[in-house]
């Protein structure tokens, strides 16, 4: 078994390797085609994805792939790379159960400094498998803020699995005492930001977002190059997806946010809820609290029935705490390689000194 660049040449072993998979009951698979459709290679980009596949004579049995980006570590730039949707045919044939392995290792040997984000839980295969190699992990917390209480309710489909749980919240909804307690709640934790910041839309990053990145940057043990160019690159203005916000106060530019706005359709959390979900943000030091607060504003007049958005950073948690936020259970763990890790040590100390958001991982899918 070998880990090899995916190449026009194994397409006929994908397929196959789909089919497999498939008819042992699992959905995923690999993308059929060598060339991502996110984040391609291009000349002179330095973010950018690679595919690589696990072969051997027999035909393609797995794979991972690597988005390579441009990081800030300790005060200088560094290259490194996201560890994602590592596949083994092994969790279907035991045959092929050291496939998880393989890839791992190989992208470990291609890029030490490599990290991951995401996985669901720490029991996971993928999570486990990481845990063997020494990676360390720490759950980017999930924060959460309910902006229409009674249609929240009645659709938050996490909370309304059990039949009395459901009545319960039914009630709540109808007798108006939950919309009563949840906005109390919510108004009792929020602080004012002490800025006067209001929020524009923008279409695409400017010199601003260079100014920003530049002079808060230093703010953060390891933080992703947000520099215009790479921020036009991973949400550029032809995807029509992405919500850009400019948060200026009476001096300039403060801060930055990029925001979803979906109406869910049947999602196992989320129900038919309409969602706003914050997943990126840059402030100047001082100021998140003030982006929170803009881009918290703006949604809310849009009409979603609660905003969402995962953190990690100590400063970006304060400021959502502070714009009435509630913190409820995450399933996005930000998980660095040894190497990696070293760097950041004591890691437990030091984790939440990392700005990891959803931006960072496999982008905002699932919202």
Not at 57 to 78: P, T
Not at 229 to 248: G, M, V, W
Not at 330 to 343: D, V
């Amino acid at each position: 078994m070998r880990i090899e660049p995916y190449a026009e040449t194994h397409v006929a072993g994908v397929k196959a390797f789909n089919r497999r998979m498939r008819d042992k009951g699992t959905r995923q698979e690999i993308a059929e085609h060598p060339v991502p459709e996110w984040l391609p290679p291009a000349a002179g980009e330095t973010l950018y994805q690679e595919l690589f596949v696990a072969v051997d004579e027999a035909g393609v049995h797995g794979g991972y792939i690597l988005k390579h980006q441009s990081f800030w570590l300790d005060g200088q730039e560094v290259r490194t790379a996201d560890y994602r949707y590592p596949l083994s045919e092994g969790i279907v044939d035991s045959r092929y159960g050291m496939v998880g392995m393989l890839t791992v290792k190989d992208a470990m040997r291609r890029q030490p400094l490599a990290f991951g984000l995401g996985m669901g839980s720490r029991n996971e295969p993928v999570a486990r498998l990481l845990k063997i190699v020494k990676w360390q992990m720490a759950d980017c917390p999930f924060f959460f803020r309910i902006c229409r209480p009674k249609r929240f309710l009645r659709g938050i489909e996490h909370l309304r699995r059990r039949p009395l749980r459901r009545r319960l919240l039914d009630l709540l909804a109808w007798t108006g005492v939950g919309t009563v307690a949840i906005l109390g709640l919510q108004t009792a934790r929020t602080l004012t930001s002490g800025r006067d910041a209001h929020a524009g839309t923008v279409l695409e990053f400017e010199a601003w977002a260079d100014e920003i990145w530049e002079r808060s940057r230093r703010e953060y043990r390891f933080i992703a190059v947000r520099t215009a160019h790479e921020l036009n690159r991973l949400y550029p203005k032809a995807d029509s997806r992405f919500c850009r916000i400019l948060i200026r106060d009476a001096e300039g530019p403060v801060g930055w946010a990029v925001f979803l706005d979906t109406a869910m359709k049947d999602h196992k959390q989320f129900g038919n809820l309409r969602v706003g979900s914050i997943v990126d943000c840059l402030a100047l030091p001082g100021a998140e609290a003030a982006v929170v607060s803009a881009t918290t504003n703006k949604l809310s007049r849009r009409g979603v029935d609660m905003i969402v958005s995962n953190q990690l950073h100590h400063a970006w948690c304060t400021a959502f705490r502070k714009n009435g936020y509630l913190r409820g259970p995450s399933n996005f763990i930000f998980t660095a390689a040894p190497q990696l890790a070293a760097q950041l040590q004591p890691f437990s100390e030091n984790a939440d000194k990392v700005h990891m958001t959803r931006g960072d991982g496999d982008g905002p899918i699932n919202l």
